[in-house]
């Protein structure tokens, strides 16, 4: 399925290329939504990354950047050591998961 018809483009190589850089940032937040939603669902990364045609390792990493950086930030401006936040991080991925197997119930 072809998406972007090269007629449908300015003929002005530039303004073509502009164009594809706006829908490549559309397209990359439909991507976002989707990876998010297949979480919602119970996707596995693996699943993902196959969906995506990269590895497991590298759908997680590239998805869940934004959140690690935010996590990091937070914890930058904290007393909490590196134990004590993951142990918070690990109980909080814990309660999602069991709030999951719940409502799937």
């Not at 590239?62 to 936040?85: P, Q």
């Given at each position: 399925?072809?998406?972007?018809?090269?007629?449908?483009?300015?003929?002005?190589?530039?303004?073509?290329?502009?164009e594809?850089?706006?829908?490549?940032?559309?397209?990359?937040?439909?991507?976002?939504?989707?990876?998010?939603?297949?979480?919602?669902?119970?996707?596995?990364?693996?699943?993902?990354?196959?969906?995506?045609g990269?590895?497991?390792?590298?759908?997680?990493?590239?998805?869940?950047?934004?959140?690690?950086?935010?996590?990091?930030?937070?914890?930058?401006?904290?007393?909490?050591?590196?134990?004590?936040?993951?142990?918070?991080?690990?109980?909080?991925?814990?309660?999602?998961?069991?709030?999951?197997?719940?409502?799937?119930?």
């Amino acid at each position: 399925m072809k998406v972007i018809h090269d007629e449908s483009l300015p003929t002005d190589p530039l303004e073509a290329l502009k164009e594809l850089s706006r829908a490549d940032v559309e397209l990359e937040a439909l991507r976002r939504e989707r990876v998010a939603a297949a979480r919602r669902q119970g996707a596995t990364w693996d699943q993902i990354g196959e969906s995506l045609g990269m590895s497991r390792q590298s759908a997680w990493e590239y998805y869940t950047r934004e959140a690690r950086r935010v996590l990091d930030e937070t914890a930058a401006g904290s007393e909490l050591d590196e134990d004590e936040a993951m142990r918070i991080a690990t109980d909080e991925v814990s309660r999602v998961r069991r709030r999951r197997r719940v409502s799937s119930s």
